[in-house]
């Protein structure tokens, strides 16, 4: 369904970059309800999901919480907080470096990985989400890449 549709959108937009904007601001919210509802049998949050992946990339080696907030999708979420919940679900461990008493390293445990993998298959199985080719994917991520450019 088109976005003038789906909006209900009456006037036409006033130029195919505003038409553009809308489209990605309400695909990203329709996505983001896509992937809350292939999550939630699995108890954790679209933010708690990016830290295990962030952690999963990083497996065997432990992050800081500075490193999880350097790298991660949402920059507004509170990466403690949500390090402080996946370690009550038991899927982080959390130790404080031999080294740098200051430093805790936060890692990703075998039911943390687990949980990863079984939510990546959920994820790979939603026909909503591979609707694109490869090579359509490729191009949308390169069109997000070059909007965000800071190149002028």
């Known amino acids: 369904m088109r976005i003038e549709e789906e909006i209900n959108q009456t006037k036409p937009f006033p130029n195919?970059?505003?038409?553009a904007i809308v489209n990605l601001n309400f695909t990203a919210s329709w996505l983001s309800?896509?992937?809350?509802?292939?999550?939630?049998?699995?108890?954790i949050s679209i933010q708690q999901y990016n830290i295990l992946r962030?952690?999963?990339?990083m497996h065997p080696k432990p992050a800081t919480v500075k490193i999880l907030?350097?790298?991660?999708?949402?920059?507004?979420?509170?990466?403690?907080?949500?390090?402080?919940?996946?370690?009550?679900?038991g899927l982080l461990e959390r130790n404080t470096c031999p080294r740098d008493r200051r430093r805790v390293d936060v890692m990703v445990t075998e039911a943390?990985?687990?949980v990863i993998n079984v939510v990546a298959r959920a994820l790979k199985k939603s026909?909503?989400?591979?609707?694109?080719?490869?090579?359509?994917a490729i191009q949308l991520s390169d069109l997000l890449d070059k909007m965000r450019s800071t190149d002028t």
Not at 16 to 19: D, L, M
Not at 54 to 57: M, V
Request: charge should be positive.
């Open 16 to 19: 195919p970059q505003t038409k």
């Open 54 to 57: 962030i952690l999963k990339g």
């Open 33 to 43: 309800g896509v992937q809350t509802e292939i999550l939630k049998p699995y108890g």
């Open 69 to 89: 907030i350097e790298r991660m999708i949402d920059k507004n979420s509170n990466a403690s907080r949500l390090v402080d919940k996946l370690l009550k679900k």
């Open 127 to 136: 026909k909503t989400l591979m609707r694109l080719t490869n090579e359509e």
């Open 112 to 114: 943390g990985l687990e």
